[in-house]
């Protein structure tokens, strides 16, 4: 994990929560949510991240943070979450339908990852 790159996530996510998944003073994985967009209409519209160190997954550390994410974002009045994947990502996927996630969408060539383009789709929970 690059440790200034979550910094800087934390700066700008000031007004959402963080979860962290912490044993013995190591990091196995976190899940957070940022502005949508900047408008005033999209106020209660998050996007969602969680990342779980490789050898920790498949121990229900990711759901335990997703799920600790969502409980959270709802107390804060928090509408709907959206989730962008990148594809093809078929763990992820199934990740998120698991956890009530629907897929409402998908953007073509998008991002750049790995010397290529790829398409983004995007999930979203209604909370």
Do not use: C
């Amino acid at each position: 994990m690059n440790e200034q790159l979550i910094i800087e996530r934390l700066k700008e996510s000031k007004k959402h929560p963080w979860w962290v998944f912490e044993q013995e003073g190591v990091v196995l994985g976190y899940a957070f949510s940022t502005k949508w967009k900047s408008r005033s209409a999209y106020r209660f519209t998050v996007e969602s991240s969680v990342y779980v160190a490789p050898k920790q997954r498949q121990k229900g550390v990711g759901t335990l943070l997703y799920s600790k994410l969502i409980e959270s974002l709802k107390k804060e009045g928090f509408r709907i979450i959206l989730a962008g994947i990148s594809l093809p990502n078929d763990k992820s996927i199934s990740f998120h339908e698991k956890l009530g996630f629907q897929k409402v969408g998908q953007l073509e060539s998008v991002g750049y990852k790995f010397n290529r383009w790829i398409d983004v789709g995007y999930w979203e929970l209604k909370i």
